[in-house]
């Protein structure tokens, strides 16, 4: 990672310049060693045949004559390296992958430890939704959770919760906790009596003026806005844990193929002929049924 030349990384998204179209120049410092970089990408492909069916090779691991290297230049001044298959889409014209998803083009993520921290973004779009079973919550609180408020959230039985998928308005993805297994997002959160929500707000205040370090001032309002919005289940808006990691794309330079066209030529001069239509038909129909038997087992685990 190389060194910042900006305050940027300081900045939520929303709060820098806007950005500028990324342009193609030569970036300080130079490129790792090629042979370095192949040994990794080789090691990488190698263990990943390791757990992928050999079928499925073909769709899952990258072919590293076709991968070509880029250096990037963030706006928080690091200039990481990045691969892409062929040559012909520029780094910021690629979505690259955060925690759950891709990102928008011309976005990356580039941790920080001083980056702000998470905001609230309101949720734009709902997606998959998935369960997970978890056990009995133990006795004792967890350090950062007063006991008063672990006595009414703990569980003491095992329970089971439906997460679903949320895009939010910034365009990044995260999770979001259903109030139900049944709740679907056409039903529209649930939200508490009137009374109960009153009854809330005064047990907050008093929470806030015994302990004024219970809840950061970001997470104060976030509590406030859904008092005031009658307390409603799933919460219209979640914490985004991508907005405070993600760059800017400002520049990029091109390195060169992972492995030279050159070595790639005398490879494809010394193998077989290509496959005739109908052998090539047969061989991706049985991927096909392959593909398809290990998404039924895939089923019925899930």
Not at 7 to 30: A, I, Q, W, Y
Not at 35 to 55: D, H, S
Not at 103 to 111: D, F, K, R, S, T
Not at 215 to 223: A, F, G, L, M, N
Request: proline content about 13%.
């Amino acid at each position: 990672m190389g060194a910042p030349s900006t305050n940027s990384r300081h900045l939520l998204l929303e709060d820098r310049p806007p950005p500028s179209t990324p342009v193609m120049r030569r970036l300080p410092g130079k490129a790792r060693p090629r042979q370095e970089v192949l040994r990794e990408c080789e090691a990488e492909a190698a263990e990943m045949r390791g757990y992928i069916p050999q079928v499925l090779w073909v769709f899952l691991i990258p072919d590293l004559t076709r991968v070509f290297r880029w250096r990037v230049q963030l706006d928080c001044g690091c200039i990481p390296e990045v691969l892409t298959r062929e040559d012909g889409t520029p780094p910021h014209e690629t979505q690259w992958k955060a925690f759950h998803s891709p990102l928008p083009p011309g976005q990356m993520i580039c941790h920080h430890d001083d980056s702000p921290p998470p905001p609230y973004r309101l949720i734009a779009e709902w997606g998959d939704r998935r369960e997970v079973t978890f056990p009995a919550d133990p006795d004792e609180p967890p350090d950062d959770t007063d006991p008063r408020v672990w006595s009414v959230i703990r569980h003491d039985e095992p329970h089971t919760s439906a997460f679903w998928e949320v895009t939010l308005a910034c365009g990044h993805v995260e999770e979001a906790i259903a109030p139900s297994l049944d709740w679907v997002p056409a039903s529209g959160p649930r939200r508490a009596a009137p009374e109960r929500v009153q009854q809330m707000s005064a047990e907050f205040e008093d929470a806030w003026r015994a302990n004024p370090e219970l809840q950061t001032e970001p997470d104060r309002e976030h509590t406030r806005r859904m008092l005031a919005d009658g307390w409603p289940r799933p919460a219209p808006e979640q914490l985004c844990y991508s907005c405070p990691q993600v760059r800017m794309i400002s520049a990029y330079e091109r390195v060169g193929w992972l492995v030279p066209r050159q070595r790639q030529s005398e490879k494809a001069a010394s193998i077989a002929p290509t496959p005739s239509r109908s052998a090539l038909e047969r061989r991706l129909q049985k991927a096909e049924a392959e593909a398809e038997r290990l998404r039924a087992e895939l089923d019925q685990i899930d």
